[in-house]
């Protein structure tokens, strides 16, 4: 069965209550979760206002970007994306060249920490844009901030983080085998999975190995280092990719190297073709966070504050949607999943169509 | 400023491709000449022996074979495809981003475009053939240096790859497509047989036809290969339009074994496919590009890296590998033949035609 | 060899009435962005004959040439018949396909690959599917013996001697098509490159091409040759024909005369300098092809040197200049022991070095007149600046000395050989050596010119330098140089000077020990 | 297989530098030489005037100007050493990760290594110049063809930036090197000035000493210059240790004006560099690798990219952009070349091969 857990008996490492507990976690999440909340608006929009959007060239960036574009287009607000190259010089001329033409909100997708962007953020400060952001690069922005809002933040891929741990503890009945696969590159923005993710293996009394890989390698070099790792570490029995894009390939080079039915895959934010696999049962199981619904959450925030909300600890940091997905519970497979709700609520609570 | 170079007492020739006076030693078949052409096989036998010694279990498995050739299989197509361009004295700089673009519209299309997997497949390959064609154009009508012309069509081309991707993972690709790279026909992974028979084709109209005798003379010296009769023009073009057609294949190979195409694909496989092509210029038949020494010097840095990996060894360590044994073997062939045949060198280099 | 006839490409000579002239050009003109190169030329020439195509530097004979071979395009009004077929002018094709062959200065061979490759190259693989090597070479050998031409296919083109490489060139413009067609074979200065020993080599083939009925245009600086080889001449003269004559009514003087629209008086022989000082002394020199020589060339000395090819006369010069490793010996300038390691220390220590590859290694066809001649000692104004204008002036004078009047700033390549011949010349005169190397120096130099370069070489002399020539041609030898050194098998043989020094005597040094003389023979 | 290149009857030089027989015609200052020498500059204004009238207030503005001159520095300073190289006849690949490794050794030298800024700084720079000589060192001695050797460098490098950023981002850097990057004096961005300054050195150098001339004939003709009594050994290797040290100095600049680098930077700067040099020799000096032609090529490229981003063009308009500026501006130089320098007379590039 491509389900989680069962098999988990008290014999491993993992004291009974910790493997109990993670389980119900995850059915409590395999479940269809209900539809996300947002608040009714306090008042009317402004229309007409230019809503600046600073993103990347990644698809997980382009799938927030295009459902952030149609947030803005529902309130009629023109909005103007500025797509960063990936590098730190890239983004600060983005950042410049957004503030030449200074838009009346922002919203930004950190690709460095905002400390690259300090004299970019005052700036617009002093020209009292409002400025929120998604995803924040390391940083834990506060009410005292330079920026007014934040999504997708800590807590939300910490949380996914927990769930991949989770969903290894109960299937496994201990955290031990385990091997986590990241970019040391991208840590800024990954660390919260890791530590999330490592807290819950630890709970059970083991620590997950971790693999180094380059996220430039997606689809050719990393599968064989995956399989290479795995081979070089037989007993390893799950990895936990902290990116589903990077999974990209691995399956089949599993296949090859015949380790398809000794190791099982687990990651988050997935793609369509993840879920397919998680359905197909080559990937074994993936966790769903909010993606394209943070291009809503952050034209929501900018609309509040245009109204002169004042933002509180609240803004920061919100919990948000998740999803275990398993063989059993994935529906469609055609395109990576939508946040439940989104974007009706958020029209709902604009009151607009 | 001083510098070693003082003592080079003979002009430096960085036009002509690594060992290319070896070939004479290597023909006359001096001692020195046949260790300097089978070196690689020597190196990769050792590697072998090394990593077999160090981690056996894992190391002397088939899964470690057949694992790397189906993980090179890819790389193979595409650089020997890009020895054809080389051979006739091309430098086809855009092949890496020929074949991600390639991966990303067979992708697009099957996927989100809605259309079959065959037609799909058909069309990506046709449109890299076109690149191909559009690059011999700009080098050998237009007659621009072909680094510049291809760099210009990397650019053109990541433009296009974005375009058509959408900056979004394509997939999951119609299994038909899967199937045609994953299939294992008695538990030999299919992909190793296309690179076989890619390769064979190559080294058949490289090696024993006209076509590719003249494409190399193209390559050596074009004004005397014109004067010849050779249409240098036209083989010159024909080169760039075959790197264009097997970067194509390869991409739409890649999009099958993997599945799901991101907008990036495709880089990654410039440095590894112009390393392994001159890497192969001091193999088997040195001073010459030719196919069974790309591959051979493909294997061979696959095989060191695939070692180091089961080590454990982190990343960094397989890209200093990669750079090393580059470094050195070239190093090794250079030096070896100019010992080889020390007195005619020079003489070479001062101009034999001299009377 | 087979002997059935397979059609000529293309329409070519059929149906040609015997007595139609090989070729008939009327009125054909060529202008260069630079000026006139062609104007209103008419030549005809007679079927089975040699006719020699003769002028100075410049004077555009292979302007001509590379007008019939569709290199260049005529302007506009010219017209040609070959056999009495139209021919249209500017086609590479249409001369093919009209039994028109050529051989150009540059021999259009390719050095890396072998002999079999160079022949089938252009046209005649078996379009079998697969090529076979074996075949190819037996094809290639069947083509060389049609023409008696005895060289190993095998053979790297790099490994073949001038005088060969020519040979294997002819061939292959000729083909193999084993056609009864006449053709008409354009051959530029094929004797630049070769040693008077191995010119037979050459000879032979042209006479029996004459005899087989075709018809033979040749380009020559070598008036012995001339009368040697050719039966009708054609003298240009600023790309204008002067005359159109047989040889038979022609003599040494009056041809020149025809060329230079001047007579020219002869050199006279340079007072030998016994008691001159010595400026360098070489002992024991070993490396590339010389085993062993000693040298010594006084102030004011004019010292030729020859030899059969290999026998290491071209190679002693690149020692002298630290062009190519020194295994032994040693070498002192005005006493003093120097170590000249390569040819900066040379240049250094005021040795020059022209060497006879023009094309490849003494100048960058590239590059302007003026960048070409200060290369070896780049002028450098107040604070080390070098500007154009300073360069301009400091290059004037040398160009005007060696009677060349193009700009100083066009580039090389657009200069004719010979006049490319005296740039190099140029360069070498301005640092004003102590010791000057050159090989052939007048290699593809008109008569009149080989008499500036001679004059100037003595000038040089004249000043304090010595100078060492290398030259294949006898008569050069003979009238130039004080003292001649012959050299065979890498050591120095015989030295000729005074009385003894004469174009018989030097050949029957040379050919003392002659392989090569023998090849082909 | 039949192909556009029949019609071209001369042979192909890929080996020559794009417009190189175009000298003739410029220095003949043919009207059409003329108008090819500043294609450049008219582009450049076209393309200024035409962004000027769609997006005026943002485009014709003071910060447009100082953004694209300061966001080019980098790029001109480590174009401008990449010049060295390329007159002396190499092509130093590994320049871009040069660059990239002397940004991550001065960054982490002055956060984690808790070193002085300045000696953080030179260090780097030093290391950079001694990569610049390995280059040479295996170029012009054991002659290796100049793209193996920097492709190889280029993965030793990437594998030691890699360790040396223990694959994080470092940052930020201290205020010293941050000012030194983003200091205005008199409201002029400083970096501007460091570009400046480097091209004048450079400009005088290649331009204007014997060390220069040398370089280019070293490139020319290594053997003919070579017997004039150039040492082309020991120019050839000082052009790659200037590539190297521009590099490094480009990389610390690069840390110092972003505060805190990654490890993935440096290879970006690839593409731009060589494409801006490729560029330059068909502008002001056609044929030949030039400073000013270069810079041109840069500052035009980067006016058209701010204008399209202005325009609010997303990411692959400005690639393609890039991609089709430099592949129609060689095609033009390159043919008006041919035309101006042939007077539509010579059917083939003479070159090489003038009689
Ligand atoms: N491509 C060219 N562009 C401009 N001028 C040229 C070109 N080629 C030749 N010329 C000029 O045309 C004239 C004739 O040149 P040509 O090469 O025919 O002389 P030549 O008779 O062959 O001299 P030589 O005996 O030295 O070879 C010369 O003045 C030369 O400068
Ligand atoms: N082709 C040459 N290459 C280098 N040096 C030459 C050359 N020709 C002459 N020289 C002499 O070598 C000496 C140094 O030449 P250069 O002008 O390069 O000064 P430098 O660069 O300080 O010294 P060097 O070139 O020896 O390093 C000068 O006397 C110069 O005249
Ligand atoms: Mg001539
Ligand atoms: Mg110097």
């Keep these: 069965t491509n389900g989680v857990g069962g098999d988990g008996d008290g014999s491993s490492s993992g004291s009974k209550e910790v493997v109990a507990a993670a389980q119900e976690r995850v059915d409590a999440m395999s479940v269809e979760q209900p539809p996300i909340e947002v608040a009714p608006l306090p008042g009317a929009v402004e229309k007409g206002l230019t809503y600046g959007f600073i993103t990347c060239p990644l698809p997980v960036c382009r799938t927030v970007t295009d459902a952030s574009v149609k947030a803005a287009e529902a309130l009629g607000w023109e909005s103007k994306q500025v797509e960063t190259e990936m590098t730190p010089e890239g983004y600060v001329a983005a950042w410049d060249q957004l503030l030449q033409d200074p838009p009346d909100v922002i919203a930004f997708i950190p690709f460095a920490p905002d400390t690259i962007v300090e004299k970019q953020l005052a700036k617009a400060a002093d020209l009292g844009i409002p400025v929120v952001s998604i995803a924040p690069a390391g940083d834990r922005p506060s009410k005292d901030g330079p920026v007014s809002a934040s999504y997708n933040g800590y807590p939300e891929l910490r949380e996914s983080g927990a769930l991949m741990g989770d969903v290894i503890v109960a299937d496994g009945g201990s955290g031990s085998n385990t091997v986590f696969v990241w970019d040391p590159a991208l840590s800024a923005i990954w660390n919260p999975i890791k530590d999330g993710f490592e807290e819950q293996i630890k709970k059970a009394g083991d620590k997950p190995q971790v693999l180094e890989v380059s996220a430039s390698g997606i689809g050719t070099a990393l599968p064989g280092q995956v399989v290479s790792y795995l081979q070089a570490h037989p007993e390893i029995k799950y990895v936990a990719f902290a990116l589903a894009d990077m999974t990209v390939g691995v399956p089949e080079a599993l296949q090859t190297a015949d380790l398809a039915d000794t190791v099982k895959i687990t990651s988050r934010a997935p793609q369509a073709a993840n879920l397919a696999n998680v359905k197909k049962g080559t990937e074994w199981t993936t966790i769903g966070e909010e993606i394209e619904s943070n291009g809503w959450r952050v034209v929501d925030g900018l609309a509040r504050l245009s109204l002169g909300a004042t933002p509180d600890d609240q803004w920061f940091e919100p919990g948000g949607w998740h999803q275990v997905f398993t063989g059993d519970n994935v529906t469609q497979t055609d395109e990576s999943p939508v946040t439940p709700g989104s974007p009706d609520v958020f029209l709902a609570a604009w009151n607009v169509s | ?355 | 060899m087979d002997v059935t006839t397979s059609a000529p490409r293309g329409a070519g000579p059929r149906g040609a009435s015997a007595s139609a002239p090989a070729l008939k050009v009327q009125g054909l003109s060529k202008t260069f962005p630079g000026g006139k190169g062609l104007r209103d030329v008419d030549i005809e020439i007679a079927p089975g004959t040699v006719r020699a195509l003769l002028g100075q530097n410049g004077c555009g004979k292979s302007t001509f040439i590379k007008v019939l071979a569709g290199v260049y395009q005529p302007d506009a009004g010219a017209t040609a018949e070959v056999l009495g077929n139209e021919l249209s002018l500017g086609s590479s094709r249409g001369a093919r396909e009209a039994g028109l062959r050529f051989i150009h200065q540059d021999l259009g061979l390719i050095s890396t690959l072998d002999v079999t490759d160079n022949l089938s190259l252009g046209s005649s693989y078996a379009n079998t599917g697969w090529l076979s090597g074996s075949r190819e070479r037996r094809r290639a050998q069947r083509l060389l013996d049609r023409y008696g031409i005895e060289i190993d296919v095998r053979q790297r083109l790099d490994h073949l001697s001038p005088a060969e490489q020519t040979l294997v060139a002819i061939a292959r413009a000729l083909g193999d098509d084993d056609s009864s067609a006449p053709r008409l074979i354009v051959l530029d200065e094929p004797t630049a490159a070769l040693q008077s020993a191995e010119v037979a080599l050459l000879f032979g083939l042209i006479e029996r091409l004459k005899a087989e009925g075709n018809t033979v245009m040749y380009v020559s600086h070598r008036l012995d040759e001339v009368f040697a080889i050719a039966d009708d001449v054609t003298v240009l003269r600023d790309g204008a024909v002067v005359a159109n004559r047989p040889v038979a009514e022609l003599d040494h003087d009056s041809l020149v005369e025809l060329i230079l629209g001047r007579t020219v008086e002869g050199i006279e022989p340079g007072q030998v300098h016994r008691d001159a000082p010595i400026v360098l002394e070489a002992r024991d020199l070993c490396g590339a092809t010389v085993e062993t020589a000693d040298l010594t060339l006084g102030r004011g000395e004019i010292v030729g040197i020859t030899g059969l090819l290999g026998s290491g006369y071209e190679d002693l010069l690149f020692l002298l200049a630290g062009a190519k490793p020194r295994e032994r010996g040693t070498i002192e300038l005005d006493g003093q022991l120097v170590e000249i390691a390569d040819p900066h220390a040379a240049v250094g220590h005021g040795i020059a070095f022209a060497p006879a590859d023009r094309k490849r290694l003494s100048s960058i066809q590239g590059w302007s007149l003026r960048e070409n001649i200060t290369l070896p000692r780049v002028p450098t104004g107040a604070g080390r600046w070098l500007g154009g204008r300073a360069e301009h002036r400091d290059v004037k004078p040398w160009l005007e000395l060696v009677r060349v009047r193009h700009s100083a700033n066009s580039l090389l390549s657009t200069l004719s050989g010979g006049n490319q011949q005296r740039v190099v010349l140029a360069r070498w005169l301005r640092i004003d050596a102590k010791v000057l190397l050159l090989q052939e120096p007048t290699s593809g130099v008109d008569t009149g010119a080989k008499h500036d370069i001679y004059v100037a070489l003595r000038e040089a002399a004249a000043g304090g330098a010595a100078v060492l020539f290398s030259s294949s041609d006898p008569e050069e030898l003979a009238a130039v140089a004080d003292r001649v050194i012959v050299m065979s098998d890498g050591a120095v043989t015989t030295e000729l000077s005074g009385g003894s020094l004469t174009v018989d005597n030097l050949i029957r040094a040379s050919l003392a020990v002659a392989p090569q003389g023998e090849r082909a023979s």
């Design chain 2, 1 to 355: 400023m001083t510098s070693p170079a003082d003592t080079a007492a003979e002009p430096v020739e960085t036009a002509s491709i690594p060992a290319s006076t070896s070939r004479r030693s290597a023909r006359g078949g001096g001692s020195g000449g046949l260790l300097l052409r089978f070196s690689g096989l020597y190196i990769w036998a050792a590697i072998i022996v090394v990593f077999g010694a160090l981690v056996p279990q894992t190391f002397l498995t088939v899964q470690t074979a057949t694992g790397i050739a189906t993980n090179e299989a890819v790389t193979i197509i595409v650089a020997v495809g890009l020895l054809f361009s080389l051979a006739a004295g091309g430098f086809d700089l855009s092949m890496a981003q020929n074949l991600g673009f390639a991966a990303v519209v067979v992708a697009t299309l099957s996927t989100v475009g809605g259309h079959g997997p065959w037609f799909s497949a058909l069309v990506a390959i046709a449109l890299s053939t076109a690149v191909g064609a559009i690059n011999g154009f700009f080098v050998s009508v237009i007659r621009i240096n072909s680094l510049i012309a291809t760099l210009a069509m990397t650019s053109i081309l990541l433009a296009a790859t974005r375009l058509v991707s959408g900056q979004q993972f394509r997939g999951p690709l119609p299994d038909a497509l899967r199937e045609t790279s994953n299939a294992e026909p008695a538990g030999v992974p299919i992909l190793v047989l296309y690179a076989l028979i890619v390769a064979a084709a190559a080294w058949y109209l490289l090696e024993h036809t006209p076509f590719g005798r003249r494409l190399y003379a193209t390559g050596a010296n074009p004004e005397a290969a014109f004067l010849a009769g050779v249409r240098t023009g036209r083989h010159l073009f024909a080169s760039f339009v075959i790197t264009g057609f097997a970067a194509g294949l390869a991409g739409v190979l890649l999009a099958g074994k993997i599945g799901s195409v991101g907008p990036d694909i495709g880089p990654s496989y410039l440095l590894p496919s112009f390393a392994a092509c001159f890497l192969g210029t001091t193999q088997l038949k040195p001073g010459k590009f030719n196919v069974w020494g790309t591959i051979l010097s493909i294997l061979l840095l696959a095989t060191g890296v695939k070692g180091l990996q089961l080590l454990g060894g982190e990343q960094w360590i397989t890209d200093a590998f990669n750079g090393l044994a580059l470094l050195t073997a070239v190093s090794v062939a250079v030096v070896s033949a100019r010992r080889a045949q020390s007195g005619r060198t020079v003489r070479r280099s001062t101009g034999r035609s001299a009377p």
